[in-house]
């Protein structure tokens, strides 16, 4: 399905449910702040005749019920801290050294600090509300975070939250498997990966064994094994809480892990829209000229389909490329075996500590190194105009494709 945005503003809406008598939480219109006052933010900030006075947004009413009040009578603390970090951080990024302006014995904001906290403020609730959002869609128990503490771009507008492949029409991404392993113990016998002619991916740590190219074989739902088995793995989803992040050097939002990940360790799942090769070439051409790179293509036996990402997908979608990364690319089959659709899984290559971003090579796939020259056809985005890499590697190439 195509979601088409409320072209109406949110200010709007809210002044339609307090007519109507409606509740609608996702706004901010509950039965409580129908006909109540709470703060919602703080726009601007004055002194006269000595008291200081806060410019008050009030939660579910429209911006044009906003009221000057006493700071006596707000009892907001993280909201009077949130209106002071952000009108510092505008002074010290605009390097001016007064906070107030006199005039006529009134002193007040100036107007440019007073919209930069307002922009702030709105942001703010944007993510938070984003942030429920994608934790509410997930389905593994690993939380999601977001932060911007760069610039004041706020959640993309055109992006849908999945935790699997979206099929496109005439796709089938599930072959009907019917048969499942009869193992008591998957890691003593023979398992799915023997069956298909492979080695076993996992110890019994849950860590991955084999090399870069191989497959991974993963247990199904006809299996006899239970969900503890050591040969379930990329199928419970991503283990750890994550951040997205608005990177500060032009690379737009990141991801970064909230825990220590160890070496071999499976992190997320690369998800998307499955669409023909075909159709992969043309987005391809109107995503070169906004320098995505969401196209994956899935070439482990074929190059019939591609992964696009750009506006379905995980949190995947937001991992950035480097020329050093830290997450390793696999195919993975579970409940379909068809070579030509395999999942794509991430794993870490090495010990990634807390707080660290999360990167993986756009011209990787399996233990090939793709250079510029034979990238086309191959690398998980399909680029025909060159994109400068800005990972800042000691061994970046200098464009990502």
């Known amino acids: 399905a195509w979601y088409v945005p409320c072209l109406a503003s949110l200010e709007t809406l809210q002044e339609l449910c307090r007519k109507e008598n409606l509740r609608c939480k996702s706004i901010g219109i509950t039965k409580r702040s129908l006909k109540s006052y709470e703060v919602e933010y703080l726009c601007d900030y004055k002194v006269e005749e000595g008291k200081e006075y806060y410019l008050v947004k009030w939660k579910g009413w429209p911006e044009s019920s906003n009221t000057w009040e006493p700071e006596k009578h707000l009892n907001c603390p993280v909201l009077l801290q949130n209106f002071l970090s952000d009108k510092n951080e505008y002074l010290s990024r605009v390097s ?29 609730i944007a993510l938070q509300r984003w942030k429920e959002e994608l934790n509410r869609k997930k389905n593994h128990k690993a939380m999601i975070l977001v932060e911007n503490t760069v610039d004041l771009e ?44 492979f080695i076993l991916a996992y110890n019994k740590r849950k860590k991955l064994t084999i090399q870069p190219g191989l497959p991974i074989y993963e247990c199904n739902s006809y299996c006899r094994c239970g969900p503890d088995c050591p040969n379930r793995i990329v199928q419970k989803g991503t283990p750890y809480s994550l951040c997205i992040f608005r990177t500060n050097n032009g690379r737009g939002w990141g991801v970064k892990t909230l825990q220590k990940i160890k070496t071999n360790s499976f992190v997320m799942e690369y998800v998307g829209e499955v669409i023909t090769s075909e159709e992969a070439e043309r987005r391809g ?32 979608h937001f991992v950035n490329h480097s020329c050093d990364p830290n997450l390793q690319v696999f195919n993975v089959f579970i409940d379909n075996l068809d070579l030509r659709l395999p999942r794509i899984a991430l794993f870490s290559t090495r010990t990634i500590k807390a707080g660290e971003e999360l990167t993986f090579d756009y011209q990787m796939k399996g233990s090939i190194d793709l250079t510029s020259d034979s990238a086309d056809g191959l690398s998980p985005s399909k680029k025909r105009i060159r994109t400068v890499c800005k990972c800042g590697a000691v061994c970046c190439r200098g464009y990502l494709n």
């Open 96 to 124: 001016e050294g007064k906070t107030l302006k006199v005039r006529n014995h009134i002193k007040a904001l100036k107007p440019a600090i007073a919209d930069y906290v307002v922009k702030k403020a709105k942001q703010r």
């Open 154 to 197: 706020g959640p993309p507008l055109d992006f849908y939250y999945i935790n699997e492949y979206k099929p496109a029409p005439g796709i089938n991404v599930l072959n009907g498997i019917t048969t499942g392993c009869e193992c008591a113990d998957c890691p003593a016998e023979k398992c799915c990966p023997k069956e298909a002619g």
């Open 285 to 316: 051409q109107l995503y070169d000229h906004q320098g995505n790179t969401y196209l994956f293509d899935l070439d482990y036996d074929s190059d019939e389909f591609t992964v696009d990402a750009a506006r379905y997908g995980n949190v995947s």
